[in-house]
């Protein structure tokens, strides 16, 4: 009998969340750098700010929710997932 390891829907949705903020804080980056060069520099640094503050009210609620899991208790091996059965779904 094979074990296959297996993770929470919260614990794939944080995963995603932490890769779109990591995307979106690079592309950011980029756009930082030729910001000065943007024919419409005035309207371009408000779209930036805009978007960088978006950004970090996205990672605060992402930090909300960790720390909402934390003091619920809630651990990747406890999280409710049909099947699973020690933190393992169980393969025939």
């Known amino acids: 009998m094979n074990t296959i390891p297996t993770v929470s829907p ?3 949705l944080v995963v995603m969340e932490l890769e779109t903020i990591r995307l979106e804080h690079e592309r950011l980056s980029q756009q ?3 910001l000065p060069l943007h024919p419409d520099a005035d309207r371009a640094l408000l779209d930036f700010e ?3 503050t978006a950004l970090q009210e996205r990672s605060g609620r992402l930090e909300r929710l960790l720390d909402g899991m934390s003091s619920w208790g809630l651990e990747d091996s406890e999280m409710p997932v049909a099947g699973r059965h ?3 779904l169980t393969a025939a």
């Open 32 to 34: 930082l750098t030729v």
């Open 50 to 52: 805009r978007s960088m």
């Open 10 to 12: 919260l614990e794939v």
């Open 86 to 88: 020690h933190g393992e």
